[in-house]
């Protein structure tokens, strides 16, 4: 189970932050393989999960935001009625919780790529093991995703 | 240790009789002596033989900042020109200065009060104090100097700056006391550090009188850790000769306040009545016992209460509290009085966030503290940081009562100020 990394960045609530986070990924020439924006009131959390993690990681540390990397679980997922449920039922059942959250599609399967954010990852990882689930490292995502 | 033990342990009685006679040969000589003055009790009704009492000083008006710079350079002065031997100035950041004189008594007086302090604080012959505040037209420097002089201390009056040269003169001549701005001890650690040096095994200081900019507690616990001294709080201005109005004992429970020479009274800063003993309010001293300039019930614009129980030391002289904040700094929120100063003692004591903030007022009810968060406690979870605003806000609430919004900012985002008042923003209209 290889780890997949998310870069986080702290942003104001403000007109404009996203594009302006956006574009020195763009101007990095960074692919954004997925995004969320957490938001809360004055403030949001938004997440990327890049082709070029490290690269992403140095543009933005210049241009002065503020931002962390974390770990997050890769989850492939069946993109059939009641996918999603069967991970979460399974997470429920292991007593995890999960934080964030988002999909991602996957090219030549039908399937997707569910994004999962805990507050312990190595817990979950191990809680997780033994489970019928394929996680999915960072190159398998570049590769497979649609 | 004391430096005049029986006038720093007069019984309280005596020491009020003391100060009712000051006042009264203060009273006369102004009025002899100095029109504004005259003026002021004329208009009142009011001449220096009604004094019966401490408590009859509130008939007579404010003596404030701007009533010194309109008597600049000399209007103010209760002796002939050629009886004063020093002047020392205050500068504003708006218009004329503010000229203090002094006598040579005066000059002696203010040396006998900062004696008192460095002694009270440990202080004494054997020392090396390496005075490290700008000599010249304001008060600090000078007054240190005279005063170390006086209780028989090695003074090196070394000035600011220049410091690989402070850092030879402590090392070469042992230096165990220090005369600087809280800014300059701070950057003098770093500088130490950098230089693989260790204060407490390389330099043999014992404690540092810091004063000339406003420093938070959490900054003096800070300083006194890094180096391995202590720091004591100090209140003066250079209207009332400078440092040395009042000073912390070793006990470090507020600034006994040297009563024989000053008369304090705490008011309400809005209305200018008096306040209950041991309520916070903006202090007015008058001194007792200056020839060249007196000055009546100066408004300070500071605002701490009093402490009048007494202290462990064995002086009698009150204490005064840390000052609060500055009584132009103070603004109003659902009827509360705030001050920016609080709000920074809040958020100086939650890590996470940075110094600093910006308190912007859109309405009488409302207020909203903007702060930086520090970029290392950044996680990238937004419930962390939710629970961060949470406990500032917590934290706010309890120490101001207001309930404000907070929110929290990218670092560096918001500008910084040197001084406390432009954190304030102000939107109301009146």
């Known amino acids: ?146 | 240790m004391f430096w005049q033990k029986e006038i720093e342990t007069l019984s309280r009685d005596k020491l009020s009789a003391l100060q009712l006679e000051r006042l009264g040969r203060t009273l006369a000589r102004v009025y002899e002596r100095v029109p504004f003055y005259r003026k002021a009790m004329d208009g009142n009704g009011f001449r220096p033989e009604d004094l019966r009492g401490l408590k009859d000083i509130t008939a007579l008006p404010f003596t404030t900042r701007e009533d010194l710079r309109a008597g600049y350079p000399d209007g103010l002065l209760a002796v002939e020109r050629t009886e004063a031997v020093r002047l020392h100035t205050s500068s504003g950041t708006t218009g004329k200065p503010k000229a203090i004189f002094f006598s040579r008594r005066d000059l002696d007086q203010a040396a006998e009060l900062l004696a008192r302090c460095l002694v009270m604080t440990g202080t004494g012959p054997g020392d090396v104090l390496q005075n490290m505040m700008t000599y010249g037209l304001f008060t600090g420097a000078l007054m240190m100097h005279y005063a170390a002089e006086k209780v028989g201390i090695l003074v090196i009056p070394s000035g600011p700056g220049n410091t690989e040269r402070q850092l030879d003169l402590m090392r070469d001549f042992g230096t165990t006391v220090l005369h600087i701005t809280p800014s300059y001890l701070l950057y003098l650690a770093d500088y130490l550090a950098r230089a693989g040096l260790d204060p407490a095994r390389d330099l043999k200081l014992k404690r540092a009188y810091v004063g000339a900019e406003p420093y938070s507690e959490e900054t003096r616990r800070k300083i006194e850790s890094l180096y391995g001294i202590d720091i004591y709080n100090s209140y003066g201005l250079s209207e009332m000769n400078g440092p040395g109005v009042a000073f912390e004992c070793a006990g470090k429970q507020g600034m006994h306040l040297w009563e024989d020479n000053f008369l304090m009274e705490v008011v309400d800063p809005e209305t200018g009545r008096p306040r209950a003993e041991g309520e916070a309010g903006e202090l007015i001293l008058t001194t007792l016992n200056r020839e060249a300039m007196p000055i009546i019930r100066y408004r300070t614009r500071d605002i701490t209460s009093v402490i009048s129980e007494p202290c462990a030391c064995g002086r009698t002289h009150r204490r005064i509290t840390r000052i609060a904040g500055r009584a132009d700094d103070m603004f109003i929120v659902r009827g509360v009085n705030i001050f920016p100063q609080q709000v920074e003692r809040v958020l100086m004591a939650v890590s996470g966030v940075a110094q600093n903030y910006q308190i912007i007022l859109d309405s009488y009810d409302q207020m909203t503290v903007r702060v930086e968060i520090q970029r290392e406690v950044f996680d990238g979870h937004v419930e962390h940081l939710i629970r961060l605003k949470n406990l500032i806000i917590d934290r706010l609430r309890s120490e101001i009562v207001v309930r404000p919004e907070v929110e929290l900012v990218e670092p560096g985002s918001l500008p910084t100020f040197e001084g406390k008042g432009k954190r304030v923003i102000d939107r109301r209209t009146m």
């Open chain 1, 1 to 146: 189970m290889t780890g997949v990394r998310q870069i986080s960045v702290f942003a104001s609530n403000r007109p404009g932050k996203t594009a302006a986070i956006t574009g020195v990924l763009a101007e990095a020439g960074i692919n954004i393989m997925g995004m969320n924006i957490a938001s809360s009131g004055d403030f949001g959390v938004i997440k990327f999960l890049v082709n070029d993690l490290e690269k992403a990681d140095r543009a933005l540390r210049e241009k002065g935001f503020t931002i962390s990397l974390n770990e997050v679980l890769a989850i492939e997922m069946e993109d059939v009625p009641g996918g999603l449920h069967r991970i979460a039922d399974l997470l429920y059942r292991k007593n995890i919780n999960v934080e964030y959250s988002y999909g991602l599609p996957m090219k030549p399967h039908r399937n997707a790529i569910l994004i999962i954010e805990v507050e312990d990852v190595e817990q979950a990882k191990l809680l997780l093991k033994n489970e019928p689930l394929r996680f999915l490292s960072e190159p398998e995502i570049q590769k497979e995703r649609g």
